[in-house]
């Protein structure tokens, strides 16, 4: 079955009230190519400016969430608040929180568990560090890190898998072309000894790391690259290009 390309763009915390609306307002009035699911995340405080003003064809998508449904949690936002204000997408496992906040494996499945049953869709992000993969751990680190998942849930039709290898998440380096389809060539095959088949040909699995419009055509042509996760690009009008990689 053709897997739908789909497009996540990352802001993390970047933005003013007219930035995100100029930026809201750029991707309103591009030409997008209309076989691409396009999902924006901006900062929890602009979550309903961008879902207000953005058209109701590109999804929103909270760059956080939490595992329980309501209660004494400061500072958190639950599944429950995200799909009451028309927000259906939540980001878990960026490496960002696994490295800064300390989210391990088992609380970045707990998350992804309680955004599914609130009905949200999760862009769930796994990748190594230059250290893993220069001691040639990065199948077993992404499929560690996937596992925790596969434990507490076994329906991953609302799940996309972004792979985001550490090293090349805003240092300008990108892994190759033919890096990045032989690591998502060895998760679709995980996925499908660990989850099923089905699971394995329909969940769409993204690359993230310095993605550009400058190298998003040739990795766009990759079997198993299903789109991208998009964090500095997504921010300035080539965010269009990198959307459109597939038209």
Known sequence: M???FFVGGNFKM?????????IVHNINNAPLDPKTEVVIAP?????LLVREHLKPEIEVCSQNVFDKPNGAFTGEISPEQLSDSKIGWALCGHSERRVILKEDDGFVASKTKAALDGGLGVILCCG?????????????????QLKAVADKTKDWSKIVIAYEPVWAIGTGKVATTE????VHAEIRKWLAETVSKEAAEATRIIYGGSVSEKNCKDLAKQTDIDGFLVGGASLKPAFVDIINSRS
């Open 14 to 22: 970047n933005g003013t009230i007219k930035s995100i609306t100029d």
């Open 128 to 144: 190594e560090t230059l250290e893993q993969r220069e001691s040639n751990k990065t199948i077993e680190v992404v499929t560690t």
């Open 43 to 47: 900062s929890g405080l602009f979550l």
């Open 2 to 4: 053709a897997r739908q």
């Open 179 to 182: 890096q990045a389809q032989e």
